[in-house]
């Protein structure tokens, strides 16, 4: 078990299986030293964990708890293409929140992935980040989540 594996299973975290493309895509792709995953949303089980726009039908705590979901989801995306004791750092988070009119805390619900990752991989989870409010996302999901990860 390689460093990144043993720190998932000291905090009591199991990866999902990687989630089917919902289109004519990869969930990662490998480009010299870095992994880009697709948009993950907060499928748990093959289900959606919560649908609606975030500051209306869904509560930001609960939003936060769905990109959480998401960074698992892309972490697990990463682990399918190249092991995730391959990856050297985190290098950026995109989170896309469906946002209610006047939502403007993007940045709180984000949180759930940048702190999920910060457990997982320490200083090498620290990342630039974009939280960014939209109207509407794939499935009516509240939070969808991407990585770049860099790898050895």
């Keep these: 078990m390689g460093r990144w594996t043993a720190?998932?299973?000291?905090?009591?975290?199991?990866?999902?299986?990687?989630?089917?493309?919902?289109?004519?895509?990869?969930?990662?792709?490998?480009?010299?030293?870095?992994?880009y995953t697709a948009g993950q949303v907060p499928f748990v089980g093959g289900e959606l964990e919560l649908t609606g726009k975030v500051g209306a039908e869904v509560?930001?705590?609960?939003?936060?708890?769905c990109a959480r979901?998401?960074?698992l989801?892309?972490?697990?995306?990463?682990?399918?293409?190249?092991?995730l004791d391959s990856v050297v750092r985190?290098?950026?988070v995109v989170?896309?929140?469906?946002?209610?009119?006047g939502f403007t805390g993007q940045p709180g619900v984000l949180n759930g992935a940048s702190e999920?990752?910060?457990e997982v991989f320490g200083d090498a989870g620290v990342h630039a980040r974009?939280?960014?409010?939209?109207?509407?996302?794939?499935?009516?999901?509240?939070?969808?989540?991407e990585l770049i990860v860099e790898v050895g």
């Design 7 to 35: 720190r998932l299973a000291e905090l009591g975290i199991e990866l999902p299986e990687v989630a089917a493309p919902a289109g004519a895509y990869a969930p990662a792709v490998r480009s010299g030293a870095h992994v």
């Design 130 to 145: 974009s939280a960014v409010g939209v109207a509407e996302l794939p499935m009516g999901v509240p939070v969808e989540v």
């Design 69 to 71: 979901t998401c960074a």
């Design 95 to 101: 989170g896309f929140v469906a946002s209610a009119e």
């Design 90 to 92: 985190v290098v950026k």
């Design 59 to 65: 509560d930001p705590e609960d939003a936060k708890r």
């Design 116 to 118: 999920l990752l910060g």
């Design 73 to 83: 989801n892309a972490l697990a995306a990463v682990h399918g293409l190249i092991g």
